[in-house]
């Protein structure tokens, strides 16, 4: 009689355990691809919702009380709180103004270094993830009006305050969206140590 023989497997046993973590690497990059795809999925329909919004309503005032119109001011409670039409050249508060193609980059550049900055928190944080959209949102709907227009059309007026558009609104709540967060998790962090 014949002894008996064993048939090995054509992959000798080192390199199956390697195709076995390539298998499992390729997984982990696809979840990882799929979790980032979700992330700039969430980003990018706010980003849109604001550029949208910011958009509709200035194009709204201009037909309303814009520059061909006999009224660029409605009052709703006096003079503490209106729509007035404003062509602002500069940043926030009119700083820098005439300088477009400054702002412009700055803008950019600002937006860029949000997503860069907090790039390994943002598949963790929703929070951080709306006030990314919002800032860059913001900062897209202004940078549209200054390369169409030369400047950003404001329309809101409370009081004294400096006259601001959707765009301005949110940029400013995502900032304070962004620091809260930041707040938190920093409290959070000196809590678990």
Request: a neutral charge; aromatic letters at 8%; proline letters at 3%.
């Amino acid at each position: 009689m014949l002894p008996s023989t064993r048939v090995r497997a054509a992959i000798p046993e080192s390199d199956s355990h390697l195709n076995s973590i390539q298998i499992s690497s390729q997984g982990e990059s696809i979840r990882r691809g799929l979790h980032w795809t979700r992330v700039a999925t969430s980003i990018g329909a706010v980003i849109l919702t604001v550029v949208v919004l910011d958009q509709a309503a200035k194009a709204l005032v201009v037909a309303w009380i814009g520059p061909d119109e006999s009224y660029h001011r409605w009052e709703v409670a006096g003079p503490w709180l209106a729509f007035e039409y404003v062509e602002n050249t500069g940043a926030a508060f009119g700083v820098l103004a005439g300088r477009v193609w400054l702002l412009s980059s700055l803008a950019v550049l600002v937006a860029l270094g949000f997503l860069l900055a907090f790039r390994r928190e943002l598949p963790h944080s929703g929070m951080l993830r709306l006030s990314i959209g919002l800032v860059t949102g913001g900062g897209i709907g202004n940078f549209v009006d200054r390369l169409r227009l030369g400047y950003v059309v404001d329309y809101f007026a409370i009081g004294v305050w400096p006259k601001f558009n959707v765009a301005d609104s949110a940029i400013t709540i995502g900032l304070i969206v962004l620091a809260l967060t930041a707040l938190r998790e920093e409290t959070s962090r000196e809590i678990s140590t």
